[in-house]
Nanobody, 123 residues
Framework: QVQLVESGGDLVESGGSLRLSCVVS??????IGWFRQAPGKEREGVSC????????YYSDSVKGRFTISRDDAKNTVYLQMNNLEVNDTGIYYC??????????????????WGQGTQVTVSS
């Protein structure tokens, strides 16, 4: 059974930092996408990391501030978020596509999701 568990969300002031974690079980290999959803807005793909070569992708809104990384020994993918802005507020989810190694079509095709972790950035 595939399971993804996010953690690390918190309330932080604008300009602050947080590191989110996504622990994966039930898969031998997996790319991971991080998504977020703010109240009243559509879900947004934030970042993705390949399984096979560690190649990373970022949305323009977070490029240069967020860093995605993975520790395969711990089956964990991290999202380091620096210089947080009020617009970064939302529920952050990690997701994957079982059987896939890459971030191909990650914004639309990933179908295994975690429960989410809340990130709130105050001004």
């Amino acid at each position: 059974q595939v399971q993804l568990v996010e953690s690390g969300g918190d309330l932080v002031e604008s300009g602050g930092s947080l590191r989110l974690s996504c622990v994966v079980s039930g898969l031998d290999y997996f790319p991971i996408g991080w998504f977020r959803q703010a109240p009243g807005k559509e879900r947004e793909g934030v970042s993705c990391i390949n399984d096979s070569d560690g190649l990373t992708y970022y949305s323009d809104s977070v490029k240069g501030r967020f860093t995605i990384s993975r520790d395969d020994a711990k089956n964990t993918v991290y999202l380091q978020m620096n210089n947080l802005e009020v617009n970064d507020t939302g529920i952050y989810y990690c997701a994957t596509k079982p059987g896939q190694h890459s971030c191909l079509n990650w914004r639309t095709n990933y179908d295994s999701w975690g429960q989410g972790t809340q990130v709130t950035v105050s001004s």
